[in-house]
């Protein structure tokens, strides 16, 4: 019987930590938009991923206008590294704000080794004034 007891009570307190996890996107989506840097993006861009290869070439952004960056990875295990922009996403934190405040071209490149074909995921983001 207390074995009984026991395991009843060890499968509530299991259920009540699954049920109290808050995921930090709900948390970001909760406040009206704005993250934790303080600034509402007024753009969305979602970056998709696929085996070696990024789903386009260029992505284009504004100087000065807050944008809210997602990666989506749609096939294989990748991330995404843009120095310049202090960005960086992949499957465990999938989306940043950031705000360019420079104009210029920056290299994005996979964060995550992917296997053969990793060196050549490269593509630009261009910011344009």
């Known amino acids: 019987m207390k074995k009984t007891i ?3 009570l060890s499968c509530m307190l299991l259920l009540t930590l699954v049920a109290c ?3 930090k996107e709900d948390a970001s989506t909760a406040n009206g938009g704005v ?3 303080g600034v509402a993006p007024s ?3 979602v970056i ?3 085996n ?11 100087k000065g206008v807050p944008v809210k ?4 990875n749609k096939e294989g295990t990748h991330g995404v590294l843009v120095p310049g922009l202090e960005l960086q996403l992949d499957n465990k934190h999938k989306s940043q704000v950031v705000t360019p405040d420079k ?4 290299e994005m490149t996979c964060s995550v080794f992917c296997g053969a074909g990793h060196t050549a995921m490269i593509a630009k983001v261009i910011v344009d004034e």
């Open 69 to 72: 960056i997602t990666f989506d």
């Open 43 to 45: 753009e969305e861009l």
């Open 103 to 106: 104009a210029g071209t920056f």
């Open 48 to 50: 998709k991923a696929t």
């Open 21 to 23: 996890g808050k995921n």
């Open 35 to 37: 993250t934790d840097t």
């Open 6 to 8: 026991a395991l009843v």
């Open 52 to 62: 070696y290869s990024f789903d386009k070439q260029e992505y284009h952004l504004k």
